[in-house]
């Protein structure tokens, strides 16, 4: 089993939807957990942090499943800025070095 | 303004030929890392850094090269003993004790 491992899309929906995807990580002993948006040829950039069951940050908000070791990242009322690819990333247990998702990507029409 | 900047944000070079990226960062963090980024693909760790004139092989160092002499630069040398190095190279860095990320705009290398 890969070490974090994400569904790549691409997940097409239209503005104002609701969007979920999900990441799956393999060491259960890690403890804090990152989403990053990437848009095209462009630098990651950090959207939210979980360090406990979950965060929310206006549309956004990410849930920590421990039991079943994935994080989630739901987007309300989808905007097409939202377009762009979602990574996820995990440090290891005892690492603050990150293992990164592949990267879901997120499309929104109108 | 604070962040990390990356330099070029294109480079071409011929194959054979040694190439030095640039990474300079003015948040006065004390670790900073080399990703390489292919299409279709996730982030991967060339080099790292935590502390001035010390750095560790990531998962994918072999062709490449670094230094730290200064808290403030982390330089990637891509050698020529690199079979693929055509990508998009990001570098990042982290506070003390921190785990999130911030990484620079990136180089986009070409190697023909």
């Known amino acids: 089993r890969k070490e974090v491992e994400q569904d790549p899309g691409p997940f097409n929906v239209p503005e104002g939807a609701t969007v979920a995807f999900n990441c799956t990580y393999s060491?259960?002993?890690?403890?804090?957990f990152f989403w990053y948006r990437q848009d095209c040829r462009k630098e990651p950039k950090l959207l939210m942090s979980?360090?406990?069951s979950g965060n929310e940050d206006g549309r956004f908000t990410a849930q920590l499943n421990r039991a079943s070791q994935y994080i989630s990242l739901l987007i309300r009322d989808s905007k097409l800025s939202d377009s762009a690819t979602y990574l996820c990333?995990?440090?290891?247990?005892?690492?603050?070095?990150?293992?990164f998702g592949r990267g879901t990507s997120l499309i929104v029409h109108p | 303004d604070g962040g990390i900047t990356q330099s070029p944000k294109y480079l071409f070079r011929k194959e054979g030929q040694n190439v030095t990226l640039s990474c300079e960062q003015n948040?006065?963090?004390?670790?900073m890392y080399w990703y390489r980024q292919d299409p279709g693909q996730g982030l991967r760790l060339i080099y790292y850094?935590?502390?001035?004139?010390?750095?560790q092989k990531g998962d994918i160092a072999e062709g490449y090269s670094v230094s730290r002499e200064k808290k403030e630069s982390f330089p990637l040398t891509v050698t020529s003993a690199q079979k693929n190095p055509t990508a998009f190279y990001l570098c990042?860095?982290?506070?003390?004790?921190?785990?999130?990320?911030?990484f620079g705009p990136g180089t986009r290398l070409t190697v023909t």
């Open positions: 990042a860095s982290t506070g003390t004790g921190a785990y999130e990320q911030y």
């Open positions: 060491n259960s002993a890690s403890q804090s």
């Open positions: 979980v360090y406990s």
């Open positions: 990333a995990v440090p290891s247990g005892g690492s603050y070095i990150p293992t």
């Open positions: 948040l006065n963090h004390d670790a």
């Open positions: 850094s935590q502390i001035v004139n010390d750095f």
